[in-house]
């Protein structure tokens, strides 16, 4: 690799250390190394032209954001707390139960860890903080481990970055992402319960039978969104582009006609703040594209293939390599810079020590969606004390039982690849 290589990383770290955007960052970068090289500068912005609008997968991403975000202005969101507070609400640490299938149900819906923190999320603090129920620290805590089921059930949008730079099918990722998600949340439930033993968190007032068919039928036209999103895509009705485009206006009319929740003025507010929002990820993916041209001029993912090549290591120990390395990176780098920058270094060593693409791209967004909440600059931990106002120190304390439990979920994803693989294969799969 040449030294124009390492002033272009540098660039990248020392840009980042200052506060500018990871994805103006990698732009800047790769137009300098080119101007190093003597090439035409103009071939970054060629790169990012192309990856941008010759990739119809990506159209999916603004359509996901837009759904959640009508969710969370309209009232499906509440529908869906009441349904969850009907079920599980009633156990002790009945609302970090409601917290986490909340979760669960919403990141059917949403694909987005930070939705489902700032949408959900808010009205599930609120609710466990009410009358000193829950420490705020406490609450902002189970929200934020929570949150990183969002992306691994589907829809997913890290899944469709990974898709992106993997040429991996999105319908069998958004298969090999359940399990798992499903997995997590137990444990999350699990954590919840020991932690409400040993502090004595409250028992909540269960919710009288006789009204669960009411709250569950108000909870309907919600709930089915998962539902027609992912018959669309494994009936082979839809494409998962066209499955994101149909949630987005059943979201649109369940919320206007059905809820009645949203006025013509909030669906204008809500288009505009999906529209920043898909900015920001274009903008990340565009200088992704950028740089990715650089890595694959200095030929790195083969450079690497070859050092991990030469140490003979076998497919576990390649995994939990792998697993170690984006963990600590999840700690200091954004989860879509590091999917679309970092996991192409190593999908070459992936394939050729036989790891299965579905079962390597839900391993990554796992690891990646726990850098979401770790320590020291996880994104969702600067969320939800903005919205706890706790001190962050307290809120990271709270965490670490619940960052534990989520990597010995990681563990039994990473050892067992038919808890991935299963689902998809199911449907057709051939890994």
């Given amino acids: 690799m040449s030294w124009e290589f390492g002033v272009a990383v540098g660039m990248i770290v020392i840009s980042a250390l200052i506060g500018l955007p990871i994805?103006?960052?990698?732009?800047?970068?790769?137009?300098?190394?080119?101007?190093?090289?003597?090439q035409d500068m103009s071939i970054a912005f060629e790169q990012m032209l192309t990856g941008l609008y010759g990739s119809y997968v990506l159209l999916a991403i603004p359509l996901f954001i837009f759904a959640a975000d009508l969710m969370n202005v309209g009232s499906l969101s509440d529908k869906l707390l009441d349904f969850c507070r009907a079920l599980v609400g009633r156990f002790r640490g009945g609302l970090g139960h409601v917290n986490v299938v909340s979760?669960?149900?919403?990141?059917?819906?949403?694909?987005?860890?930070?939705?489902?923190?700032?949408?959900?999320?808010?009205?599930?603090?609120?609710?466990?903080?009410?009358?000193g129920k829950y420490p705020g620290a406490y609450a902002g805590a189970i929200t934020a481990?929570?949150?990183i089921i969002g992306p691994i059930i589907p829809p997913s949008i890290p899944m469709v970055l990974y898709a992106l730079?993997?040429?991996?099918s999105i319908g069998y990722l958004f298969l090999g992402g359940v399990a798992p998600g499903v997995i997590l949340g137990i444990?999350?439930?699990?954590?919840?319960?020991?932690?409400?033993?040993?502090?004595?968190?409250?028992?909540?007032?269960?919710?009288?039978?006789?009204?669960?068919?009411?709250?569950?039928?108000?909870?309907?036209?919600?709930?089915?969104?998962?539902?027609?999103?992912?018959?669309?895509?494994?009936?082979?009705?839809?494409?998962?582009?066209?499955a994101a485009a149909l949630a987005a206006l059943y979201a649109f009319l369940v919320s206007m006609l059905f809820y009645r929740s949203v006025s013509l003025r909030m669906a204008y507010e809500t288009?505009?703040?999906?529209?920043?929002?898909?900015?920001?990820?274009?903008?990340?993916?565009?200088?992704?594209?950028?740089?990715n041209y650089v890595v694959t001029i200095e030929q790195v993912p083969n450079v690497i293939r070859d050092v991990l090549g030469d140490t003979e290591l076998t497919r576990i120990t390649f995994l939990l390599l792998v697993n170690v390395i984006l963990l600590?990176?999840?700690?200091?780098?954004?989860?879509?810079?590091?999917l679309l920058v970092i996991v192409p270094i190593f999908l070459p060593t992936a394939v050729a020590l036989g790891v299965d693409p579905v079962h390597f791209g839900v391993l990554?967004?796992?690891?990646?969606?726990?850098g979401l909440a770790t320590p020291p600059y996880g994104l969702l931990l600067f969320v939800v004390t903005s919205i706890t106002r706790s001190p962050i120190r307290d809120t990271i304390r709270h965490l670490l039982p619940f960052l534990a439990i989520m990597i010995v979920g990681l563990g039994m994803i990473t050892f067992l690849p038919d808890v991935v693989l299963w689902l998809p294969r199911l449907y057709g799969y051939g890994g």
């Fill in 187 to 242: 444990l999350l439930m699990a954590m919840n319960a020991w932690q409400a033993r040993i502090h004595g968190y409250p028992v909540e007032e269960p919710v009288p039978l006789r009204e669960l068919p009411g709250i569950t039928l108000r909870a309907v036209p919600a709930l089915l969104m998962p539902v027609i999103l992912l018959v669309g895509i494994y009936g082979g009705v839809t494409t998962p582009t066209e």
């Fill in 103 to 131: 979760s669960l149900i919403f990141s059917g819906m949403s694909g987005s860890a930070i939705a489902d923190a700032v949408g959900m999320g808010r009205i599930i603090i609120n609710l466990m903080t009410k009358d």
């Fill in 364 to 370: 990554v967004v796992v690891n990646t969606m726990i």
């Fill in 271 to 291: 288009v505009r703040s999906s529209a920043k929002s898909t900015a920001a990820v274009g903008f990340l993916i565009a200088g992704a594209l950028a740089f």
């Fill in 165 to 168: 730079v993997s040429d991996t």
């Fill in 328 to 338: 600590l990176l999840g700690c200091l780098l954004e989860a879509n810079a590091i």
């Fill in 23 to 38: 994805g103006h960052a990698m732009l800047a970068s790769s137009v300098f190394y080119l101007l190093l090289q003597g």
């Fill in 145 to 147: 481990a929570s949150a």
